[in-house]
């Protein structure tokens, strides 16, 4: 049966031992991507509490962080999304995001519109990917693709 969560203290919990045992087992996020039998960015949201787990990903997970039976059934629960709480950001890698999406936000609304018509992109039918990248000035950049869904705003 399908359980969802609405609190989110629970998945922060288990989000924390499962960082932790990440950490102490010398971990990749691809590595527990791997056994999850998923992609690494859908893998690391939901360990990270944002999505639920299939049944047999949520068993492999939790076996390759030494996790018990509990956590096997709340990495399976629909969670509570949301993972910054209220006001500006102020990790500095997500307030990067945070500056890109107010200084772009209404460019990419302009052109998903202009191009799309009236709706949004998806966020729950979405692909994410990240790559690093050799920068043809030195050093590195990040490739940060979003890939979502576009919905069309359906008059009734």
Known sequence: MVHAQFNPSAR?????????????????????????????????????GQHPLPEESAKA????????????????????????????????TIYRFYEMIQVYGTTLKALVHEQFGDGIISAINFKLDVRKVADPEGGERAVITLDGKYLPTKPF
Do not use: M
């Open 61 to 92: 997970v939790a076996e390759l962080l030494g996790l018990d039976d509990g956590a096997v059934t709340l990495l399976q629960t629909i969670p509570t999304r949301g993972s910054i709480p209220g006001g500006v950001p102020t990790d500095p």
């Open 12 to 48: 922060e919990a288990l989000a924390d031992a499962a960082v932790e045992a990440k950490v102490r087992k010398n971990l990749s996020w691809q590595q527990i991507a791997d056994a999850a039998g998923l992609s690494v960015a859908f893998t690391t949201a939901a360990v990270l």
